[in-house]
């Protein structure tokens, strides 16, 4: 594993850039979590993404600046064993797609999955959008 600062240097704000904008292109699309979203803020979730990975790897201030602590849990929709996997499938192709150095995207991917697992909101055994 690799620490923040290591993956920081090489990908860079650009690469996170990338990763986000990826990302989102693929939500946009998903039918599952795509409507978590609000539609006319696209700019704004990728933002807040964005300035969040650089925050946690890069130790920019600007995410603390404008929003404050980060509250992964505070979401008004209902988070499941579904919904984490598929945050984790789309966030795992945009990875792929932008992040080219094994180490890297393994360590990074290990991270969304920590915070995938902890913003669910929704036992295990409980089914999603019930």
Not at 79 to 96: F, H, K, N, Q
């Amino acid at each position: 594993m690799m620490n923040e600062a290591e993956i920081y240097r090489v990908v860079g704000e650009e690469g996170f850039e990338k990763l986000t904008a990826s990302f989102y292109k693929r939500v946009k699309e998903d039918d599952l979590i795509g409507p978590m979203y609000p539609s006319d803020d696209w700019e704004g979730s990728e933002e807040r993404l964005r300035e969040f990975l650089l925050f946690r790897f890069g130790a920019d201030q600007s995410y603390l600046e404008k929003r404050g602590h980060p509250r992964l849990r505070g979401r008004p929709f209902r988070i499941g064993v579904v919904e984490r996997d598929r945050w984790i499938e789309l966030m795992g192709a945009a990875a792929e797609e932008t992040i080219p150095d094994d180490e890297i995207r393994g360590s990074i991917m290990a991270f969304f999955k920590q915070v995938a697992d902890f913003i669910r909101n929704q036992p295990e055994g409980e089914i999603s959008g019930s």
